[in-house]
């Protein structure tokens, strides 16, 4: 057993424990898609085993059943959301659609309720009907009320993507009873808050983003009680959307920095929010860390340890004005995903919500011309210059339009 530590050291030690004279600062990456079986009747009750979403010690007999180096990275984020264990999946929507998948397994029924907004991705696999569930999407207040007999899951992001919009995880809890929650954590990584410690079942993570935190490898993944993780495994085996090791071992990585990196982006967000907040050309800073934000302040402090690194906008003149402001930068990058070193901005309705109907991206409150803004570790000072010469920018291609209008082109 590993002696009781604090958050920032089980992030460096939590995850591989090199045992020994010799032994390997970090975990190997094991790229074996076979492996030298057991012979005689230990071969079928460890096969048994694993297909039952066991996590055993033997040979683990072929990739699709488990990996050591994925395993590595699993047990270091289960450590650091206090839960059971961790399944990890190719993408965050591998995760999410064997959740869904669990869920019906666990539930026998297929009536999802859904909390909006959510990753448009995520909307898009629920409203697709590919999985064959009936979804009724609820406002955080509705959410009791929505709940019938065949419920099985209760699905909700906080903070939100792309509008910061805040749920409070220990109500939301309550009204769904005895219905399981899955909380998508990705914007506030294990750093800033563990929903499971408000009482989420589960809490899923787009590891691409935060965990990972360079821009380099694909993965998701899903922590919760033994019982789910089993499930979860299961669900894995059966439809192979496996972690691949070499993505296991930089996740596994991106683990030991987690903390290091979103304090730090967490400070200069809030002075980029601050500043952005008082420029005249915004409309609009969506930022749970900003006093403005009035409902989100008790909601921080109940569940979170801090407002994050990620902030939505609208700056004055609409879509042209946001197209213009992302032409004038110099040193953030128009691109999507988020939670890596580099700043990145888009606009949510263009490219990750894009998938979803207009009339629900509407009814989840994301506007043609949001802005979502990632901060990453460049110095603040060269992030908020860069950021006001977009505005800059902005402004101008306001003044052109405003200019045409009036000149009747
Ligand atoms: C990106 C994202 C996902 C999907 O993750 P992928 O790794 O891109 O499949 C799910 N939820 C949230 C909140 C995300 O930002």
Do not use: C
Not at 120 to 135: A, K, P, V, Y
Not at 318 to 340: E, F, K, N
């Amino acid at each position: 057993m590993r002696a009781r530590t604090r958050f920032a050291t089980a992030a460096v030690h939590g995850a591989w424990d090199p045992k020994g004279l010799g032994a390997g600062m970090v975990p190997p990456i094991d790229l074996s898609t076979t492996y030298r079986l057991p012979i005689g009747p230990d071969g079928p009750a460890l096969m048994d085993g694993w297909v039952a979403g066991e996590e055993l010690d033997g040979s683990p007999i072929y990739a699709r059943l488990h990996n050591p180096t994925v395993a590595a990275f699993e047990r270091g984020l289960a450590r650091l959301e206090g839960a059971d264990g961790a399944v990890a999946f190719a993408s965050g929507m591998a995760a999410m659609t064997a959740v869904l998948l669990a869920a019906r397994v666990a539930g026998q029924g297929n009536h999802v309720v859904a909390v909006r907004p959510l990753y448009g991705g995520t909307d898009h696999l629920l409203s697709s009907g590919l999985l064959g569930l009936r979804i009724t999407w609820a406002t955080p207040e509705a959410v009791a009320e929505a709940i019938e007999a065949d419920t099985v899951l209760v699905i909700a992001e906080t903070p939100g993507n792309p509008t910061l919009d805040l749920v409070d995880i220990e109500a939301l809890v309550r009204d769904a009873g005895d219905v399981p929650v899955l909380i998508d954590s990705t914007f506030a990584t294990p750093v800033l808050q563990n929903p499971i410690a408000h009482g989420a079942t589960l809490v899923l993570h787009s590891a691409t983003k935060f965990i990972g935190g360079h821009s380099d490898a694909l993965g998701g993944v899903v922590a919760g009680p033994d019982a789910w993780v089993r499930r979860l495994r299961q669900v894995r085996i059966a439809t192979g959307a496996v972690l691949h090791p070499q993505a296991g071992y930089l996740l596994h990585r991106g683990l030991a920095t987690l903390p290091t990196r979103v304090l730090t982006q967490q400070r200069s967000a809030m002075t980029l929010a601050e500043r952005l907040r008082a420029h005249p050309d915004v409309l609009e800073v969506r930022y749970p860390g900003l006093a403005a934000n009035a409902g989100h302040a008790g909601i921080v402090a109940r569940q979170m340890r801090g407002p994050g690194t990620m902030i939505a906008f609208r700056v004055r003149g609409g879509s042209a004005a946001a197209q213009g402001l992302l032409g004038g930068l110099r040193v953030i990058t128009p691109a999507v995903s988020l939670g890596s070193v580099e700043t990145l901005i888009q606009v949510p309705a263009d490219f990750t919500h894009r998938a979803m109907d207009a009339d629900d991206r509407a009814a989840a409150g994301i506007p043609d011309d949001l802005l979502r803004l990632s901060v990453g570790l460049e110095d603040v000072e060269d992030l908020w210059a860069d950021l006001a010469a977009g505005l800059e920018a902005a402004r101008e291609v306001g003044v052109d339009r405003a200019e045409r209008v009036l000149a009747g082109v």
